[in-house]
């Protein structure tokens, strides 16, 4: 397993994930390469992603119960 970060989508068919999935796997990307810096850095550092890759927030109706 290689510790550099990822960087760009890599599977096939990512760029025509729904959003939901988009946002899913750039929460999973952040926690593992920044995880061990704390919540405060992960949140920001999700934030970048989401600019960087155009992914839109979830909403008050997407929310599961």
């Known amino acids: 397993m290689s ?9 096939d068919g990512s760029n025509e994930a729904t959003n939901k999935d988009k946002l899913s796997g750039l929460i999973e990307q952040v926690e593992h ?11 920001d550092q999700l934030r970048d992603r989401m600019d960087e ?3 839109e927030p979830e909403g008050p109706g997407d929310l599961e119960e």
């Open 53 to 55: 890759t155009k992914v």
């Open 33 to 43: 390469d920044h995880g061990s810096e704390g919540a405060a850095a992960m949140s």
């Open 3 to 11: 510790n550099s970060e990822q960087t760009a989508p890599m599977m």
